[in-house]
């Protein structure tokens, strides 16, 4: 095996950060290289470095034993380095065409339409995808979309493809093809980065890994060198997890009925579609489904951010689709949303603030007009102790505390109120292993109470490990109930992609 | 009648024309220029003094598009090198063009020069009712009906017309794919900027043959309004255009003809309609027909961690 990309001792600080302290690794040609690591372990800042989009504070990269020095992405460009971002570098509005044609590299500036639009057909016909070149890009499904990433690389003839996360948005169906492309590329002589945390993945796919820790690479195991087991101790090392237990609460008592709703968007398409849903009393419900599929605006319209077109919301016996009802009925449900940093803190303001905003108006927290800033204090303390968040000095702005301690905050806050419901949107993402176990205890703990939960996530294994009830999405429809204990990936992965199954619970 | 008053409408909507295809193509590149008033003004002035220094139309025209390629650098460095905020940006580059012409136009006041002469296409200046409105005019106007088509060529045959387009939309994705967002944006607003000029230039050089103080009468402000009635297209801007063009032609029409109805109402309607084109084109975008540039008015900052 020769080396064709060689990196050492790469650092690179953010004001405040050091996302990456001393990472050394290379890949090989016709080799499938993963990156594991946790998130916060600086897998994507190294990618983003490779890529030339960060300047390295040091170290070195060399491609083929050339020592090579990128300014820009044009740079690693030219080297035959490229990259599926996590976060696609699409332009939704412009067409298929329009999107694989910019990657193109010496495209004359008055370029034969025809021509072009031949040789992307070629190789979409190639590896026999489904993509027509006038569509535009945000009418298509979001793992049509990584395909385009995937063909603007392979259109340049890249060397080295780095893939951050690929499998986040398919179905498990839909990994299986894109592995299939990926080992064919490998048997071209392409050399491949990948970056998962998903372990099964890791395992079916990688030649080597590399673990990747607080910012330093630890670790070059070679096939045959790991298992599950010991990557999985690799990567979180001497990390405390937190135990929790599942027991079966649900009753039949249903807290919460959709009937028939539908939302569309401000593009005029529908997210949800003739969707139902019952929740029960002090159950988890999983919502499975590829991101994209209704899952968001399900959230928005149940926590009031978002009216309804069509359909009915029962709570309990009351209707509380679109009335006075429904907005103290919202004052009621606990929210974890999606986009933490934008919508689930004020960043600015210190985790004292932060933790009161939903209740700064209960007598508790003032005097008369004035906020009683000791019992805010207070109150600050012993969520900080009961949920072990770890914060800077007093006052210190939510903004500096990591995802996972930013994501207790919100907890805290959100189940402060004993709420009756939780929406929970993508919860653990972006968490460590730690961190992730702790929001999942919270929620089961929540569920002893009578708590019930919607939960969507992206990881089936999370689902299968925490639900009661797994509720499967596709273009914004409910397809069906599966049983967790019952059901396998292969039957959820099917009915993610549309199809209807046999049973339902 | 009808072909006097379409002949008016297109003299009127011309410069306004020139200003709207500038102000896409900044837009277009996620640049918002509120300087576009500023810089017609700039346009008008270097056209005129171009012009009567030199005795030569096409050296004002050339002088107008330089010198506001210069002011349109001054706000694409503020907002693409630095990264500064693009209405302040634009609203100080107003202010200065107001400023600056006021001061060095003092000169140019009461002297004359003598304007583009009507040129008949012959055959079709024949044609009725339009004939004399697109084929017996200026060679500046037959420059902007070209314009409108380069310019729709550019954004949709072009590679390069492609990397603006892009660099307003997603310029993460155009940076990935190895086109300078800074090169781009730059060029863009320059350039625009420097066609904004040349509808300034129309004013001074063809619509009244003089420098007036101000005499861009807040149309560089209707400009920045059309861009978005237009949806960021060049055709439509020459739609936009000719209606106020129209609305203006119609206008002094009535006032001639000597109507009760005062001469400073008759005056506000291509304002006031700006305000109703505005609201039914916003009600629109929010139907979600929306054609704007999703990048628009955002710096990019690519070591920016989101």
Same mark, same amino acid.
């Given at each position: ?176 093809? +894109?592995?299939? *492309? #990926?080992?064919? !590329? $490998? ?5 491949? @980065?990948?970056?998962?945390? /998903? ?98 605006? +399900?959230?928005? *319209? #149940?926590?009031? !951010? $978002? ?5 009915? @919301?029962?709570?309990?016996? /009351? ?101 009756? *419901? #939780?929406?929970? !949107? ?6 460590? @292993? ?72 | ?306």
């Amino acid at each position: 095996m020769t080396d064709f990309l060689h990196i050492k001792n790469i650092r690179k600080t953010f004001p405040g950060v050091v996302a990456l302290d001393d990472v050394s690794f290379s890949v090989a040609r016709a080799e499938i290289h993963t990156l594991l690591g946790e998130n916060g372990a600086g897998k994507s800042t190294l990618m983003n470095v490779l890529t030339g989009l960060y300047h390295p504070d040091r170290g070195e990269i060399s491609i083929a034993g050339e020592r090579v020095h990128f300014t820009s992405p044009r740079d690693s460009l030219a080297y035959g380095i490229g990259m599926v971002h996590q976060h696609f570098m699409l332009v939704p509005a412009h067409s298929v065409f329009e999107n694989i044609l910019l990657a193109l590299e010496n495209v004359p500036n008055f370029f034969n339409r025809k021509k072009y639009q031949e040789k992307i057909q070629n190789l979409i016909d190639e590896f026999d995808l489904d993509l027509d070149l006038d569509t535009p890009v945000w009418k298509l499904s979001i793992g049509a979309q990584q395909w385009i990433e995937l063909i603007k690389l392979l259109m340049r003839d890249c060397q080295l493809l780095i893939l951050d996360e690929p499998t986040a948005v398919l179905t498990p169906q839909e990994a299986d093809r +894109l592995f299939a *492309v #990926l080992r064919r !590329l $490998k048997e071209q002589g392409k050399s491949i @980065i990948f970056i998962s945390h /998903k372990m099964r993945e890791v395992m079916e796919i990688s030649d080597r890994v590399t673990i990747l820790k607080k910012g330093c690479s630890l670790e070059t195991l070679n096939r045959g060198d790991f298992d599950e087991s010991r990557l999985a101790s690799l990567m979180i090392g001497q990390d405390k997890i937190p135990q929790w237990q599942k027991t079966l609460q649900m009753s039949d008592q249903v807290v919460l009925d959709i009937q028939g709703l539908s939302v569309r968007n401000e593009r005029g398409l529908s997210d949800l579609d003739n969707f139902n849903l019952s929740l029960k009393k002090g159950e988890i419900l999983g919502i499975a489904g590829v991101a994209g599929n209704g899952q968001k605006a +399900l959230a928005e *319209v #149940l926590t009031g !951010l $978002k009216n309804t077109n069509q359909g009915r @919301i029962m709570a309990g016996d /009351k209707d509380i689709t679109n009335s006075n009802a429904r907005y103290s009925y919202i004052a009621g449900i606990a929210h974890i949303p999606e986009d933490r940093k934008t919508i689930g803190i004020a960043p600015d303001m210190s985790i004292d603030d932060n933790l009161i905003m939903k209740s700064f108006k209960s007598g508790l927290f003032r005097n008369w007009i004035f906020q009683n800033k000791r019992a805010i204090r207070r109150n600050a303390a012993e969520k900080i102790a009961q949920f072990a968040i770890k914060t800077g000095p007093d006052g210190t702005p939510v903004r500096y505390l990591s995802g996972g301690n930013i994501q207790k905050v919100i907890i805290a806050r959100e189940l402060s109120e004993h709420p009756a *419901v #939780l929406v929970a !949107l993508y919860p653990t993402r972006g968490l460590d @292993i730690g961190s992730a176990e702790y929001v999942h205890k919270v929620i089961a703990d929540g569920a002893h109470r009578g708590m019930s939960t919607i939960l969507i996530a992206e990881d089936l294994d999370e689902l299968l490990k925490l639900s009661d009830r797994i509720a499967v999405m596709f273009r914004g429809k409910l397809i069906g109930y599966v049983d967790p204990r019952k059901t396998t990936r292969e039957e959820i992965g099917l009915m993610m992609s549309g199809e209807t199954p046999g049973a339902t619970t | 009648m009808l072909e006097i008053l379409l002949d008016a409408t297109v003299r009127a909507g011309t410069p306004i024309l020139f200003a709207t295809l500038g102000a896409i193509i900044n837009e277009r590149a996620g640049i918002i220029n509120l300087g576009i008033e500023g810089l017609m003004l700039i346009g008008a002035l270097a056209g005129f003094s171009g012009t009567y220094l030199s005795g030569s139309l096409l050296v004002g025209v050339l002088a107008a598009f330089c010198a506001t390629f210069a002011a349109g650098s001054i706000h694409a460095f503020i907002t693409v090198q630095l990264r500064g905020n693009q209405i302040v940006s634009g609203l100080a580059l107003t202010m200065f063009g107001i400023g600056i012409t006021a001061l060095f136009g003092k000169e140019m006041v009461g002297q004359t020069i003598v304007g583009f002469k009507r040129l008949a296409i012959p055959g079709f200046s024949q044609i009725p009712i339009i004939g004399r409105a697109f084929f017996n005019q200026d060679l500046l106007i037959y420059f902007s009906f070209l314009l409108v088509f380069l310019i729709w060529f550019f954004f949709y045959r072009t590679r390069w017309g492609l990397g603006v387009r892009s660099v307003g939309e997603n310029p993460a994705a155009a940076d990935t794919c190895g086109f300078s967002v800074s090169k781009y944006r730059f060029l863009a607003v320059s350039t625009g900027s420097g066609l904004v000029g040349i509808g300034g230039a129309y004013l001074s050089l063809a619509s009244t043959p003089m420098w007036i103080e101000n005499m861009s009468a807040g149309r560089g402000w209707i400009a920045v309004a059309l861009v978005i009635f237009a949806g960021w297209s060049s055709p439509k801007a020459m739609l936009g255009a000719y209606l106020f063009g129209g609305i203006t032609a119609m206008q002094l029409r009535f006032q001639a003809m000597g109507t009760t109805v005062s001469a400073h109402i008759l005056q506000m309607l291509p304002y006031f309609f700006t305000i109703l084109v505005l609201v039914i084109s916003t009600l629109r975008l929010q139907k979600g027909a929306s054609q704007q540039p999703e990048g628009l008015g955002l710096p990019y900052d690519r070591e920016d961690r989101k």
